[in-house]
């Protein structure tokens, strides 16, 4: 069965930053995109960033392209989510996802979710 565990999120101040962390087990990771989305209250949940499998193709949203920056470990079987100069519209709980590589902005190409992690963002 896979799991995907997310941790590091925590209640920052804005202009703050967090380094968030998902590790992936029950099945090979390296083949797989991964993905950060993330839900604010009240909203549905968004696409942040993704990563193919190589770790050499990287896409965000125009909402925080240039402050956060995705990576992955293969072999530690983790991706990383680095987010910087937080704002509080970055409140929201923070999913990983692993799937497919192609169409890595899209929801439906993942077959997989953590549970979450919360980061909330005061002024």
């Known amino acids: 069965q896979v799991q995907l565990v997310e941790s590091g999120g925590g209640s920052v101040q804005a202009g703050g930053s967090l380094l968030l962390s998902c590790a992936a087990s029950?099945?090979?990771?390296?083949?797989?995109?991964m993905g950060w989305f993330r839900q604010a209250p009240g909203k549905e949940r968004e696409f942040v960033a993704a990563?193919?499998?190589?770790?050499?193709?990287?896409y965000y949203s125009d909402s925080v392209k240039g402050r956060f920056t995705i990576s992955r470990n293969n072999a530690k079987n983790t991706v990383y989510l680095q987010v910087n100069n937080l704002k509080p519209e970055d409140t929201a709980i923070y999913y990983c996802?692993?799937?497919?590589?192609?169409?890595?902005?899209?929801?439906?190409?993942?077959?997989?979710w953590g549970q979450g992690t919360q980061v909330t963002v005061s002024a």
């Open positions: 996802a692993s799937g497919r590589n192609f169409f890595v902005r899209s929801q439906s190409s993942y077959d997989y």
């Open positions: 029950g099945r090979a990771f390296s083949p797989y995109a």
């Open positions: 990563v193919r499998w190589s770790g050499d193709s990287t």
